[in-house]
């Protein structure tokens, strides 16, 4: 786990928190972690901004996240990478078990079956990779726009 880099988001509008302490002991900016390609660990982030979102998402293997629909949607299913996900909430348990069963992430509740995950998609990253560009190509970007739209022709009608 030493080497794994890892990004942590408290979702907080507050700048002073935008910050990564890299292995060397220094902090850096997200901007400078990401520049200068750093081994880094992030401690805290507020909002990333979309291209450093991206960029990140690009960069890492896999993410873990707390199983909201909108981020495993964009994670798994528009840059196809696997999730680990810890539940906030009851949905939240069954979207990632969802996820689990199509091998396209694992459901975490505890630290100890983080780190039992990381190594599970690590071991078998090529499985997962597979399965997840299967989903992504079956997946729809514009879902909820393309809902939206059917629902308000049938409400005309």
């Known amino acids: 786990m030493q080497k794994q880099k890892r990004l942590v988001s408290h979702a907080q509008n507050d700048s002073s928190l935008d910050k990564v302490k890299g292995n060397d002991g220094k902090t850096y900016s997200i901007s400078e ?3 200068y390609n750093l081994d880094w660990i992030q401690i805290d ?12 998402l690009n960069l890492c293997k896999y993410a873990v996240i707390n199983g909201s629909h909108t981020a495993m949607g964009e994670i798994i299913g ?7 996900g810890i539940p906030v909430y009851d949905e939240h348990t069954n979207q990632i078990r969802w996820a689990e069963e199509r091998k396209l992430g694992i459901l975490a509740n505890n630290t100890k ?4 995950a990381v190594y599970k998609i690590r071991d078998n ?6 399965q997840l560009i299967e989903f992504s190509r079956n997946f ?3 879902g909820a726009q393309n809902t939206a739209q059917i629902i308000a022709e049938m409400l005309e009608s």
């Open 113 to 116: 079956q983080v780190i039992q």
């Open 78 to 84: 528009t840059k196809a990478k696997p999730i680990i």
């Open 33 to 35: 972690a990401l520049e």
């Open 140 to 142: 729809d970007r514009n």
């Open 125 to 130: 990253y090529n499985k997962y990779k597979e």
């Open 45 to 56: 982030v507020g909002f990333l901004s979309e291209q450093e979102k991206d960029t990140v």
